[in-house]
Nanobody
Framework: VQLQASGGGLVQAGGSLRLSCAASGRTSSTHDVGWFRQAPGKVREFVAGIAWSGGVTSYADSVKGRFTISRDNAKNTVYLQMNSLKPEDTAVYYC?????????????????WGQGTQVTVSS
């Protein structure tokens, strides 16, 4: 499975962006997918996760109410709608497939990491 994240860019505080994570290769719509982000000098942190069915979602406290994760299995794509962006949301955003464990928020439960897309929020 190969994942391609896209949709990042430069936006002013309060603005919105929609990230996409497209899967290719030996794809399966039965994978749970997560979004993580990593700012310079900081560890990679969980942002949001979604079950393969779309029926279960999980969010970091820092993005609850502002970000929405969704998926279109017909297109093998997972989305992250980001609203009310803040400068502290600036990071490289990665998507990955959850391969083990129970928790959506643990990075070591994931594999097939995409290459990341840069999100920069100016104040």
């Amino acid at each position: 499975v190969q994942l391609q994240a896209s949709g990042g860019g430069l936006v002013q505080a309060g603005g919105s962006l929609r990230l996409s994570c497209a899967a290719s290769g030996r794809t399966s719509s039965t994978h749970d997918v997560g979004w993580f982000r990593q700012a310079p000098g900081k560890v990679r942190e969980f942002v949001a996760g979604i079950a393969w069915s779309g029926g279960v979602t999980s969010y970091a406290d820092s993005v609850k109410g502002r970000f929405t994760i969704s998926r279109d299995n017909a297109k093998n794509t997972v989305y992250l709608q980001m609203n009310s962006l803040k400068p502290e949301d600036t990071a490289v955003y990665y998507c990955a497939v959850r391969r083990s464990g129970v928790s959506y928020s643990v990075a070591s439960n994931y594999g097939y990491w995409g290459q990341g897309t840069q999100v920069t929020v100016s104040s």
